[in-house]
């Protein structure tokens, strides 16, 4: 079965047209978090000349960029990207779903048998044994060995995610020592070039400087926003380095994060000799300080805003840095995003939204389960990424029909202010949608990970919690992101048609003339290659 799909799957890609070019030689696939397609709007009056500008203008955007899914997340976005599929079908849903029968807590990476190389660190460490579907990468390595496949971010989630089970290193960034690790699923030991990298201390010499604002203060678009309260005397809040230790998470949510991947990046291009050979190299690189800048700060301040033209600088360096590496005719550049982000609750500017309790919802549902079943219980086992899970094993010990169980709690769940829909996993499993916001949850639904009932809030609400913007629901703030293409094989122009994020793979697959990822759902945006 699985020869005969592939064999389908590779006629299909054949009978697609074919670019008149050669394949490119190196792939670099750039995700940069928490990037709403409207930054690119808000921002771009003071984007420089040779940064996100060139790269629209001398190539190709998707202005209609989706994720048709419920439950955006970054595992989800990067899984989503990396695979050409949704949730439902490469499985991962959230930042932790339930073994319904251990009852057992798991994450997407986390791999208690794996330990960090490069690092004193003795916690476990990540993998990629928990994902279900392959990704670019592997399908890339499945057809050509000898090409190279290097994921590098900040975190490690992102770092796995992105490659998936056979790329040759997934790279992140200690936070607690600064350095650059790894798994002993991928190495025994650091290559010597990584070794003295780490040697370089980037990440301690980055510490000690300060953030301050890129362009003139009258530049900048939120510092004129009456409803922003900034939070020092000169209007940004800067001076994120006064503490006696470094913290090298921290140093994650400031642009030197960014500067930081970009150095070491540089570094592996030229001792992998990445694009140097016949053979199609891909890294991908997952810029996590731009999302975790916008957790911290939210989508209205000064930081993020300076954080986009730092980073316009930062990549009007690193594209000129591929092209003297490889040549443009050599080159395919692809930026996208893993999600967006919902605005910060500003009580002044009058627009409806809010934040949801997670904590309250869990007390009061546990509280009506007990009532209705018999008090003493722990019914309720998590809220997580919109989902709610249930300890269906108590269910299941008191005979009680976990169906009817799910349609209570969603009439209950319903009744809480900010939220529009509860949506049972039983519906989802049972039923097919073909439109509107059942489908988004279709799509976000595995049934081995997913939770008992899914949420999608009010525009404007999300979960109450530490971090000032965040996402996870199906609305255009956090479903709509750039896509950008850009090198030889690509053409000039702007696609106003919808295209889903599933897309991604299939169409890189197609440039490099390879099959698809096998479980991937999207189909190649053939009008990349029009001039």
């Not at 030689?25 to 690119?40: A, E, H, P, W």
């Not at 370089?200 to 300060?210: C, D, I, L, P, W």
């Amino acid at each position: 079965m699985k020869i005969s799909r592939f064999l389908i799957l590779l006629t299909l890609f054949i009978a697609l047209p074919a670019t008149a070019q050669e394949k490119p030689k190196l792939v670099v696939n750039i995700v940069v978090g928490q990037m709403r397609y409207d930054y690119m709007l808000r921002f771009r009056d003071n984007f420089s000349q040779n940064g996100f500008r060139k790269l629209i203008t001398e190539g190709v955007s998707c202005d209609r960029a989706m994720y048709d899914y419920l439950t955006t997340s970054t595992p989800t976005g990067l899984a989503t990207i990396s695979t050409g599929a949704n949730p439902s079908t490469h499985g991962i849903t959230g930042s932790r779903w339930y073994n319904y029968l251990t009852l057992e807590k798991i994450e997407p990476v986390t791999d208690y048998m794996a330990r960090t190389v490069g690092s004193d660190e003795l916690d476990a460490t990540v993998s990629p044994r928990n994902l279900v579907a392959a990704t670019l990468g592997d399908c890339l390595k499945s057809i050509t060995p000898q090409s190279k496949v290097f994921s590098v971010a900040y975190e490690p989630l992102s770092a796995v995610v992105m490659g998936g089970h056979t790329q040759d290193a997934a790279y992140w960034i200690s936070p607690r020592e600064g350095n650059v690790v790894t798994s002993n699923y991928y190495m025994a030991k650091l290559p010597d070039w990584v070794r003295k990298f780490n040697d370089g201390k980037f990440a301690e010499n980055y510490s000690s400087q300060r953030w301050q604002i890129f362009l003139e203060r009258d530049k900048y678009f939120n510092i004129f926003r009456k409803d922003v309260q900034l939070e020092a005397d000169n209007g940004v809040n800067f001076d994120f380095l006064t503490r006696k230790k470094y913290d090298y998470e921290r140093l994650g949510a400031s642009p030197f994060g960014n500067m930081l991947l970009i150095d070491f990046a540089k570094q592996l291009l030229i001792y992998e000799s990445l694009g140097k050979n016949n053979n199609t190299d891909l890294l991908n690189i997952v810029f996590d300080p731009m999302r975790l800048i916008g957790e911290r700060y939210g989508t209205q301040s000064m930081e993020v805003e300076d954080a986009y033209y730092r980073f316009d600088s930062y990549l009007s360096d690193f594209v000129s840095f591929l092209e003297s590496q490889v040549g443009k005719d050599n080159l395919l550049v692809v930026i996208t995003s893993d999600h967006g982000a919902v605005d910060p609750m500003i009580e002044s500017s009058k627009l409806p939204g809010g934040r949801f309790n997670r904590e309250q919802l869990i007390m009061l549902l546990n509280g009506f389960l007990g009532a209705t079943y018999g008090s003493g219980e722990r019914w309720v086992l998590d809220y997580t990424d919109n989902q709610l899970f249930l300890n269906r094993n108590l269910f299941r010990e008191k005979e009680i029909n976990l169906g009817e169980v799910q349609d209570k709690i969603a009439i209950f769940m319903t009744q809480f202010r900010g939220i529009a829909h509860a949506i049972t996993a039983h519906s989802l499993a049972g039923s097919y949608f073909s439109g509107g916001i059942m489908n988004k949850a279709q799509n976000s639904y595995y049934q081995r990970h997913s939770g008992d009932v899914i949420v999608n809030f009010l525009p404007g609400w999300n979960e109450e919690n530490k971090k000032i913007s965040d996402s996870g629901t199906s609305y255009n703030y956090d479903t709509h992101v750039p896509l950008i293409w850009y090198g030889g094989v690509v053409g000039t122009q702007n696609i106003a048609r919808d295209v889903s994020m599933s897309d991604i793979a299939p169409t890189i697959a197609h440039i490099m003339q390879i099959a698809p990822p096998f479980a991937s759902t999207g189909t190649p945006i053939i009008e990349i290659y029009h001039k």
